[in-house]
């Protein structure tokens, strides 16, 4: 049996083919076991990049563009979700429409709402406006990024009475 195959069938608990599995519990305690441990996150991380010198050791290029693949659609399915769960928050009748009521929006409380009902895009937004160096090196400022957060969601609403 090849690798590919060992950890399908090790993930899903399923009968193998031609094979009989002696302890389908010891099965299911092991994959439990792999999803709930510490070493997880760097085992992972190691077969997106493994660690090895310049042009040394096996080439994961294709291993990689597929997790990038994977990553890119988890990532956009579950911003879609956060962002099904926040439209109803965007909507606002015609009438409330007016330059004195978008001049005198806060969107503090939008803010706060959005943290809540959207935690990836926040994060996402967090990650794309500071570095980690940027943290460690300036910790006095406020690494918020509510302006470059709630931007796309503003003008998703005010540019169709506007235009």
């Known amino acids: 049996m090849d690798t590919a195959t060992f950890l399908h069938y090790l993930s899903w608990n399923l009968d193998i083919p031609g094979h009989?599995?002696?302890e389908q519990s010891?099965?299911?305690c092991a994959r439990t076991t792999l999803m709930h441990?510490?070493?997880l996150p760097g085992i992972l991380k190691h077969w997106h990049k493994p660690?090895?010198?310049h042009e040394q050791g096996i080439s994961t290029r294709r291993a990689r563009d597929?997790?990038?693949r994977w990553s890119l659609d988890n990532v956009t399915a579950r911003l879609n979700r956060e962002m099904q769960i926040f439209s109803p928050h965007?909507?606002?009748?015609p009438e409330h429409i007016s330059e004195e009521n978008l001049l005198g929006t806060s969107l503090k409380d939008d803010i706060v709402k959005m943290k809540a009902l959207m935690p990836t895009y926040w994060e996402l937004m967090h990650a794309l406006t500071c570095t980690p160096i940027q943290l460690k090196r300036n910790t006095y400022k406020d690494h918020e990024p509510s302006n470059?957060?709630?931007q796309p969601f503003a003008e998703a609403v005010i540019r169709?009475?506007?235009?």
Do not use: F, H, W, Y
Not at 90 to 93: D, T, V
Not at 160 to 163: A, K, S, T, V, Y
């Open 160 to 163: 169709p009475e506007i235009g």
């Open 51 to 53: 660690p090895r010198l």
């Open 37 to 39: 441990c510490e070493q």
């Open 90 to 93: 965007l909507e606002s009748p």
């Open 66 to 68: 597929t997790m990038d």
């Open 26 to 28: 010891v099965i299911r």
């Open 20 to 22: 009989m599995t002696r």
């Open 148 to 150: 470059v957060a709630v």
